[in-house]
């Protein structure tokens, strides 16, 4: 039986609980990267009744997405950097919450993050979903290093030591937590097999005030592919055939700037 919620940030991944324990109780302006089917927008609207809120795509506005005098829809490609600056700057204001949902390669992760940093407020929550879209085992990172071979990007290296966003926020809450400084461990990291350069993991650092990683631990309410919850307890995949609790998955990071 269809009885998923609408969301799935609800019914798979579990994220709300989390991101309701680090939001603000306020916000004026809200970005939410990868609309979809719109519901994400409409959870917002209902977070926050009084927000300007502003959805970008990559499609253009589908009839079906949630409209009122404070929803704005936005079409860009999150590869074009140039494209992402302008939206920001026409947008006028600083951003309170950014929710990058988008495309979740990790290229395209890496540009959003970087590029939003001059058009967040003080204080802003940014929150990365899908982050476990960098782990070495999932299939968008394995495509995003073979995609990279052969042009500038010289991923010289097996798969497993190539730096993307899942690492790279990783490496700055340790570093965080524990008093060091990337200086400390700059000639660990072979920069030639990232996507990151030394220089821009030392603004993150400089930057970012916490990083809160949630990584769920627990069974989805219902799958995701079928939206039932007919579950193979014993191989932890629904009947449909989809897995339910792959090590790559269900991973978000909220950043507090």
Known sequence: MNTSPISDK????????????LLPKEAKNVLEIGVFKGDSIRY?????????????????EIPSWPKDNHIKYFQADQSDAA????ILKSIGSQIDVLIEDGSHDPLHQKISLIESLPYLKEDAIYILEDLHTA????????????????????FSKKPENVFMPLQCLLLIEHLKTNGR?????KNTIDFKNSLFTYEEVELLFNKIKTLKFYRRNVLPDFCFSCNTNNFDFINLRCNCGEDLYLQPDSMSVVLTF
Not at 137 to 147: D, G, I, W
């Open 44 to 60: 917002w609207r209902e977070r926050y009744p009084s927000a300007n809120i502003f959805g970008l795509d990559i499609v253009e």
């Open 83 to 86: 494209g992402y600056h302008s």
């Open 181 to 185: 400084t990337p200086s400390e461990v």
């Open 10 to 21: 609800i019914f798979w991944h579990k994220y709300i609980n989390f991101y309701e324990e």
């Open 135 to 154: 782990h070495p085992h999932h299939s968008y990172y394995k495509t995003r290093v073979k995609q990279f071979q052969g042009t500038s990007f010289s």
